[in-house]
């Protein structure tokens, strides 16, 4: 096909061969479809022929993204090399036809129906009646442009591929044959007349009475007609061309002219353009700006069918000199090749015209900005980030991005990195904290031939924390509250020494993710009557709070237990579980958010014989362990006893207690065993009793089983029964989870109310260890009856531990009550995500029936190192360009982003989706990403723009299936706090 988008003038025979009989035939985008009654296909392309052996005769072909054939009973898909993808049956069909445009395929069968099938799968879309069936029969149907065309006699009806009718029109004769254009719908009548109708109008637009016979789609504005002495291309304006080629009785084309057939007397004849193939060769300019050190790239392509070799010049005007452009091309067909001319000199600054020609024929030309040298420092782009203050020192780190076209060398802090164009580089600084000031640190940038010192600066905070103190008085015992709330948006550790009356201090690490806040509550050994000071100061932060607080007078000067959690004298008053009121908090529940957390101890708490207690006997429960030997020692004695309520409420943490007490002879080895997890004791004497625990949740209502276990010593095991809890729902109900992503984590909390009375919501949080409860207040914590809220807060994930559950708790209040808390549990899911993203990078547009790139942005969101990276594409797209090929890095460090092209030629505008597959292997084994990059196609290089590049996307497609939340959560056992119970 010319420049200008007609029909070359020229063609010569390429090959003949036999059809076999009668034939029908039907063209494509990029292939010609012929079959015949004695089973043959063949399928014609722009380069090649490929003939199909089939078992049934051949009732009609027709041609869209896949050749397809009509039989019998069914209709078939192929690809242009022959290999079948599906087949679909279809009785009493007479005529296939395809609209193209992505639309359905039709089949015309002898009952008067339209059948519609999907082109990818043969799947039926829908079947109707076919227009005029009650007339005649079928004389010609044909398709384009996402419309289907149906001649019956005298009356043509042209549908969408939706079933909506564009034209319905009659003429003064018998329709022999008809071709659909963009505009038009192209009749040839039995007399001879070629008749064009306007689709829109719905009116005839001209006439031409030449004897013409068949008629084929030739292109958007055109038709194919065989004429009774010539065969001729015939526009929209009923104009005709005609071709060096001898007209037949039917003739076919490639829409762009790469190939047409006429079919006579049982054969074919294929015939090409004659052309040079030099003709073929394209170029363009992918450079905006160019100096010494960024050359100008030149991409040349021969988009012919033929090699093609000629000389290559690259022009820069007056504006520059030109160096080391190559002075000819040698190109495969289809093949693509990229040359970068370097600037010998810059001449005149500015706009200047590159030219490119081919044998001294201008091919391209491209508007390139010619720039001075720039300055190294101006190419590195740089970027400061606080990432932690610790103990009286900063940490930050500077990013430094270079923008320019030459590799540069970074050098500070005692190490050198390389840095190539478009790479980044972290480089870690560390200086000592002091409020508010501004850091600054150099680096030197060097080339071979120069070298420029880069600054930078990072401002620190004012306050990183603030502290508050207030006096509390729980269960009758006075404590002091110290709250620290982080007050910048980075991590802050520090240590912490608070000092009471002079007399009474604690030093204790601690460390706030940014915006959060945890209470240090200090039980104090003498209720103070009159005012006393406190001071806390906080190492390295620069925040100091001394606080004078009035005291107690009223309070009697007692011992005081050591935290809040339940270690009370036999007269302290017990509250309902869950709750919390001036009598303190129920034995099972844990420190509240803010409250830290005791020291476990190496050994668990143990309990011996009552007075005048006697010996206790093993049970028949013991399952394991030999019989006593002659003379040896006698087995231990081990008794489990195992309790935990019958009844539960849904959402709220119950304690599981297992007091475990060996008799007659000691122990070195006693161990729990239970939910795949075990617990060892180690050493109990004889006589001694162990008394373990742990927390479990249920969500939800009915009967529960909480599975058993056993207790191992000295080679024998004595079961752990199972039990059975009853889970009622009602009232308040909460459900604690926590998602834990790559870099931060969400802590949910869902709230229920049952209940017949509104709640208001207070407070939440969760322990993450090392005596940190992250506090979050709620504001507006109104909870409604038969409402339930959902709140959310984020904390970094490295503040999250690895574990299963977490103890979690909220305080609220009933309406007309006191301030209640429920201890629960909450289900630690990780949503973390795939390891590897992928994005689309700047480049050209991609235009249709070229070779285009898309560049790619491949990252390592893991904190491993990973290798044999590998992106692989699939997609006709794809599979049309020549320079694809699957791209390979060796290894990709963590947080590391690299670059790859992929090759694309798609075969019309629009919109287009490719699947990527990128797989690499780390330390765990195989990593394998899916994704999708999709976006728009330019109709030709003239209308392609940079606008459209920026509107194609990449999106990962994440496999894993969500983690569930499990319905019965439970911690790990520990020493119970009091094995006595009381």
Known sequence: MGSDGSFDDEYSVDETFSSGGRTRVAAGNDCLVFGSDEGRLDIVTGTDRNRIRTDDPVVDVAAGRYPFALFDAAVAAFTSGGLELWRQRVADGTHLVAPSGGGPLCVVTEGGELVGLDPETGSERFRRERPHDDVSDVSAVTGGHGRIAVAAWSFLTVVSEGGEVVLDHSFDGVVTDIALTANLAVAALKDG?????????GEEAWAVDDGAGAVAPADEAAVLVAFADELAVVDDDGDADPLDVPAETLAAAIPDGAALATVGEGSVAVYRPVTDPVAAVTASVDTDRADPSRPVRVVVENEGD?????????????????AGAPSRVDLEAGERAAFEVGVAAVDDPGDGTV?????????????????EPEALAEQVATRTRLDRLDRGRARWCAVLEHTGSVAVDVSGEGETRHLEPGEER???????????????????????????????????????????????????????????????DVPVAADVTISVADEFTRERAYELAPGTATVVALALPVAPSEPFPVAVTCSGTDTDKRSRLSGWPDLDDRAVPTD????RRESDERPAHGRRDGAGRSRSEPHEPGEPREEATAEPERRGRADGETDRTPDDGRVAGGAEAAGASPAPAVTVERAIPEHVASGAACSERVQISVEERGVDDLAIEADGESY?????????????????????????????GRVTAAGDAYPLPDATVTVERG??????????????AAIALEAVNEGSRECELDVFGVDVGEDTWPRFDIEDGALPSGETRTLERRLSSDRVPEADVLDAGVKYRPAGEDEAFCHSLAAVLDTSGPVLAVEVGDGSAVAAGTNGVIPLRVTNRSDR??????????????????????????TVDPDERVGVNLDVKPESAGDLSIHVTCSATGPDGAVEVPARVAGPVAADRESASAEQLDQWTASVRDDTDEPERPTHLRSGYEPAEDPDGT
């Open 193 to 201: 007349r070629l008749v064009g109708v306007d689709l829109t109008a």
């Open 306 to 322: 033929r090699a093609a070799v000629a000389d290559l010049g690259v022009d820069f005007g007056e504006r520059a000199v030109a």
């Open 355 to 371: 030219t490119v020609t081919v044998d001294e024929a201008v091919v391209a030309t491209g508007t390139v900005r010619f720039e």
């Open 426 to 488: 972290e480089f870690e600084f560390e200086s000592a904290y002091e409020p508010g000031a501004r850091v600054e640190r150099t680096v030197t940038l060097a080339t071979d031939g120069a070298s420029e010192t880069l600054p930078f600066a990072v401002d620190l905070p004012d306050r990183p924390l603030s502290v508050a103190v207030e006096q509390d008085r729980s269960g009758g015992y006075p404590y002091v509250d110290v709250e620290l709330t982080s007050e910048c």
């Open 564 to 567: 809040r959690r339940g270690r």
């Open 680 to 708: 060892a004791v180690g050493a109990v004497a004889a006589g001694e009793t162990v008394t373990l625990q742990r927390d479990h949740v249920f969500h939800g209502n009915g009967e529960r089983t909480v599975s058993g």
């Open 731 to 744: 009232g308040f109900h909460p459900e604690f989870v926590v998602e834990r992503g790559r870099s931060d």
């Open 865 to 890: 190192t990973l290798s044999d990276l590998r992106v692989e594409a699939s997609g006709t797209a794809v599979e049309n360009s020549s320079l694809f090929s699957p791209a390979e890095v060796a």
